[in-house]
């Protein structure tokens, strides 16, 4: 009978925990990019964000991928626009205020994507 093996922890590089918490891994505390994150320590950070997550989040800077889906662009659209450094939550809401003509044709097209793929996925 073989006996079984303690269970590891799993854990995670801390750019890979920010990607998956939608935060810029340069922007958090030197402990968090310095350390290594376990599954339970996301699970804690999402179920409980310290003040610095908050913040982060609600202010920014947010990574490219957080940055598209506030606009309702692709990231691809953002870098055709020049859009490659990370956003602040207020440089973010003067673009949408601003509505230049390429973030318009941007939204446009990314509504016709999700139509196309909504049209397909219903086949």
Same mark, same amino acid.
């Given at each position: 009978?073989?006996?079984?093996?303690?269970?590891?922890? /799993?854990?995670?590089?801390?750019?890979?925990?920010?990607?998956?918490?939608?935060?810029?891994?340069?922007?958090?505390?030197?402990?968090?990019?310095?350390?290594?994150?376990?599954?339970? !320590?996301?699970?804690?950070? /999402?179920?409980?964000?310290?003040?610095?997550?908050?913040?982060?989040?609600?202010?920014?800077?947010?990574?490219?991928?957080?940055?598209?889906?506030?606009?309702?662009?692709?990231?691809?659209?953002?870098?055709?626009?020049?859009?490659?450094?990370?956003?602040?939550?207020?440089?973010?809401?003067?673009?949408?205020?601003?509505?230049?003509?390429?973030?318009? /044709? !941007?939204?446009?097209? /990314?509504? !016709?994507?999700?139509?196309?793929?909504?049209?397909?996925?219903?086949?």
């Amino acid at each position: 009978m073989t006996t079984p093996k303690p269970k590891t922890t /799993q854990t995670m590089k801390p750019a890979t925990a920010a990607k998956k918490l939608g935060i810029l891994l340069s922007a958090t505390p030197a402990e968090f990019q310095e350390g290594v994150v376990s599954r339970s !320590e996301l699970n804690a950070l /999402q179920a409980s964000p310290p003040a610095w997550l908050t913040d982060l989040r609600r202010n920014g800077p947010h990574p490219k991928q957080v940055v598209a889906a506030k606009l309702g662009v692709s990231i691809s659209g953002l870098m055709r626009n020049g859009i490659t450094d990370p956003l602040t939550t207020a440089e973010i809401d003067a673009l949408k205020a601003e509505n230049p003509a390429w973030l318009e /044709q !941007e939204r446009s097209t /990314q509504a !016709e994507v999700r139509k196309e793929a909504q049209r397909l996925k219903q086949r």
